[in-house]
């Protein structure tokens, strides 16, 4: 038993290096192995679980960032476009005027373009430096309403418009309408005195005329009742009306008066003839006066076979008739002579 202790310590000393026994050859021992960036601890870094806690393996540590959200751009301005004037009264003399303009949140600079409806002759106009000049120059169509539109386009080829409307008084227009007016007015007045003060002249004169003969007299008075002249004083009214309402322009009203007096010779015809007859029987076979038709003379404000008719005499201020003719400025013109035929 004690031999078997003995070699069983013996053998535990050998295994531990000690004692003198050199003869068995030691285990080598493994040099350390240190991990980059170890701090010579036996690697101990390395299994510390730094690479096994998942960091890596996530992709968390490569993947970048993202770049934060952009603050959202600013809204632009609206473009707006303000016109300055409204409802302008004019008329159509030649003249000109200003509307100005406002233009608002354009981004970078914009371009403005006018337009007028409707487009009216003798109706313009010129872009300025933030103004509209509008020209007008003998309008022909009655006080029309013209309407303005001024169209923006600014850089971001955003567009706005805005409106206004101007009336144009037809001066020249209102006139011609006036006029034609008074000659209706003559028209319905006209009782044919004329006529009755021709015949009881020519009457007279026949019977002092030596070598007057005997003849048909015509019964004048009954000649004058019938005469009625209202269809040519209802044709210019209507064609009034139609230059009121848009129809026409102005350029037609004198030519409907004219035209209705040149058809007053039909509806005197029995007139004209009955005249002649008078007169051919004072002066002689073969004598006769130049009437036909209806003349207004703008003196004296009324119509006339004799004033204003342009083979009797000439208008320079008032109608004066031809030397051969004067005879009849007391027939037509009454009321001024001293005398008047009775």
Known sequence: MRLLL??????????????????????????????PGGD?????????????????????????????TPD?????????????????????????????????????SYVATPSLSPSIEGVSFEMGDGFVVVNIDDVLIHDPDVTLT????????RKADASTVFRITNVSGANEIDESRKVIDAINNYTGEEIELFDTYFTLLAD???????????????????????????????????????NIDETEISGA???????????????????????????GDGNTLPITQLYYDELSGKVSLFAGNPALGTTDEVFVFNQNYRFLNDITFPESTVCPVE
Request: charged content about 20%; overall charge negative.
């Open 72 to 108: 959202p751009d600013p809204t632009p301005e609206t473009l707006t476009i303000t016109l300055s004037e409204s409802e302008i009264a004019t008329d159509d003399l030649s003249q000109s005027f200003s509307i100005t303009m406002s233009v608002n949140g354009a981004e970078s």
């Open 150 to 157: 001024v169209s923006v386009t600014d850089g971001d080829n």
């Open 40 to 68: 010579g601890n036996g690697g101990g870094d390395e299994d510390n679980g730094d690479e096994d806690n998942g960091d890596e393996d996530d992709g968390g540590d490569t993947t970048p960032d993202p770049d934060p």
């Open 208 to 246: 002092v005329t030596p070598g007057a003969g005997d003849y048909n007299r015509p019964n004048t008075p009954a000649i004058v009742e019938a005469i009625d002249l209202t269809d040519i004083a209802l044709a210019i009214e209507n064609n009034n009306n139609g230059y009121l309402q848009g």
């Open 6 to 35: 003995l070699t069983l310590a013996t053998l535990f000393i050998t295994a531990c290096g000690g004692g003198g026994g050199g003869e068995s050859t030691p285990t080598p021992t493994p040099p350390p192995v240190s991990s």
């Open 257 to 283: 008066v004219e035209d209705s007096l040149q058809d007053s010779a039909t509806l005197l015809m029995d007139a004209t003839e009955a005249i002649n007859v008078l007169y051919a029987n004072a002066l």
